[in-house]
């Protein structure tokens, strides 16, 4: 990770962090790989990413309570209004990072942007976020406290997204980090929690990551999530 995506990335939590936003959302995406150097310390975890992308989760119903411009927020530090795709999903633009904003997408789903008026953006809806939602850990960065998906939600959750990808080299990239951060989660013996977020999960989703975890011969985490350890 070059320092100038990391320098960005921590003056963007930390004004996040002071008008009250940052305790209400989490940060998702590929960037969780480094912020985890809390949960697993001791453990000579040694983190790398590879993207400029920095993905927030608003959950739904949105609890911030104040109205925050987040463009104008981040305006002096570089970062443009950006519009993705024909929808007009709204990302902000910098030349070392891309701050997008995402929510749950539940129901039949729409291919249309979620407005988040209060915050001057609208978030593009996805589905598996409320599993992640249900499972968050906080960690101390910097003196940032940043919230995150528990790191056993966030790779099972990489187990079923990457399966969706039409980029492979996405993909790749997905399924290696959640095969890392399951194997740092052994090392942690942290089973239990293991075990326990993917019990939460639908029947259909349990399926579908044995398989993926049968392929790719990772027969101690099946183990563990078949209950035979």
């Given at each position: 990770m070059e320092k100038n995506q990391y320098d960005i990335c921590l003056k963007v939590l930390?004004?996040?962090?002071?008008?009250g936003i940052l305790k209400d959302i989490l940060l998702i995406g590929s960037w969780c790989v480094y912020f985890y150097d809390d949960y697993f310390t001791g453990l000579n975890y040694t983190p790398s990413i590879?993207?400029?992308?920095?993905?927030?989760?608003?959950p739904l119903p949105l609890k911030i309570k104040r109205k925050v411009d987040i463009p104008d927020l981040l305006k002096d530090l570089g970062f443009v209004i950006d519009?993705?795709?024909?929808?007009?999903?709204?990302?902000?633009?910098?030349p070392e990072l891309i701050v997008e904003f995402l929510v749950p997408?539940?129901?039949?789903?729409?291919?249309?942007?979620?407005?988040?008026?209060?915050?001057?953006?609208?978030?593009?809806?996805?589905?598996?976020?409320?599993?992640?939602?249900?499972?968050i850990i906080e960690v101390k960065f910097k003196g940032i406290t940043i919230k995150l998906p528990h790191p056993a939600a966030f790779a099972l959750q990489k187990l079923m997204v990457f399966q969706r990808r039409t980029k492979n080299e996405k993909a790749e990239?997905?399924?290696?980090?959640?095969?890392?951060?399951?194997?740092?989660?052994?090392?942690?013996?942290?089973?239990?929690?293991?075990?326990?977020i993917f019990n939460s999960?639908?029947?259909?989703?349990?399926?579908?990551?044995?398989?993926?975890?049968?392929?790719?011969?990772?027969?101690?985490?099946?183990?563990i999530l078949r209950g035979m350890v």
């Open positions: 930390r004004r996040m962090e002071k008008q590879r993207t400029r992308d920095v993905d927030f989760l608003v519009f993705l795709g024909t929808k007009g999903y709204i990302r902000l633009q910098h997408e539940r129901g039949k789903g729409s291919d249309k942007p979620y407005p988040l008026p209060d915050l001057g953006i609208n978030a593009q809806p996805l589905r598996f976020l409320d599993f992640l939602i249900q499972n990239r997905e399924r290696n980090q959640a095969f890392m951060i399951l194997d740092f989660i052994l090392k942690k013996r942290a089973d239990n929690d293991l075990k326990r999960m639908h029947k259909k989703w349990q399926d579908k990551i044995l398989k993926v975890l049968s392929s790719f011969k990772q027969d101690q985490v099946i183990e």
